[in-house]
């Protein structure tokens, strides 16, 4: 099983980069400077990868290498382009399914809803570029190989993804406490892309905004809610209830 990758030094981070090479993360030394390093602090921003600036000590026990104050997470998966990956989706399936995750930024629950998502014949995850988990060893790991399984594409802003399903007659539901309407009461026998929002925040409500539909699932306990894994799984297993 493939699992992410760590690279590390100034210019190895910088020809992958180049390469376009699919980075997860990229971790920086804390007071890090010089001028071959701002070049690259650059390019990563450019590229808008998700970073994270660390102790010296936390980049030693990434690698034991020579890391130069930089260290890069190739993931191990290669992303597919979001609009081929929903067009050819409309064209071999009567009723394409998509999970749309909003700053979902635990690995582990972005590994147990891939894990999900392959259970259930998903058509595809979407995720936006900056703000989510990456996907990493541990993502690898939770999802027991549904992460090879399932097409994920990344998008610069999830409202434009949005707009292109829609454009396609894909209907957009988000699953969210902000509702008085059941989950199961909605119709997903037709062609169809849930949301779920990140773990503390939920669904922007600029995203919530563009949904053909708002939904919850409902709660009968002490408990106001699930984590967001669970949540997906209820939700996917309830859409091929309807289909079958």
Do not use: W
Not at 63 to 89: C, L, R, W, Y
Not at 96 to 119: E, H
Not at 159 to 167: G, V, W
């Amino acid at each position: 099983m493939t699992t992410s990758l760590n690279i590390y030094g100034i210019h190895a981070v910088e020809k992958a980069l180049s390469n376009n090479e699919s980075i997860g993360k990229v971790f920086i030394q804390k007071g890090l400077s010089g001028p071959s390093f701002k070049v690259l602090e650059a390019q990563i921003r450019q590229a808008q990868i998700p970073t994270s600036y660390v102790p010296i000590e936390k980049l030693n026990r990434l690698t034991k290498g020579n890391h130069q104050g930089v260290v890069a997470q190739i993931s191990p998966v290669a992303f597919v382009d979001f609009e081929t990956m929903i067009t050819q989706a409309q064209e071999t399936r009567e009723a394409p399914l998509f999970v749309i995750l909003d700053q979902v930024s635990d690995v582990r629950n972005v590994g147990a809803i891939l894990r999900t998502a392959a259970c259930t014949d998903v058509s595809g995850i979407i995720i936006p570029k900056t703000g989510s988990a990456p996907l990493n060893e541990d993502t690898v790991k939770t999802s027991a190989g549904g992460i090879f399984e399932v097409p994920i594409a990344k998008v610069e802003h999830i409202k434009d993804a949005i707009y292109f399903l829609q454009a396609f007659d894909i209907q957009v539901v988000a699953i969210t406490e902000k509702s008085n309407d059941l989950f199961y009461h909605a119709d997903f026998t037709k062609a169809t892309a849930i949301i779920m929002g990140s773990e503390g925040k939920g669904i922007m409500d600029s995203v919530l905004s563009l949904s053909d539909a708002k939904v919850k699932i409902p709660m009968t306990g002490q408990i106001g809610s699930l984590n967001v894994s669970v949540a997906c799984s209820v939700c996917l297993y309830e859409i091929v209830r309807q289909r079958q």
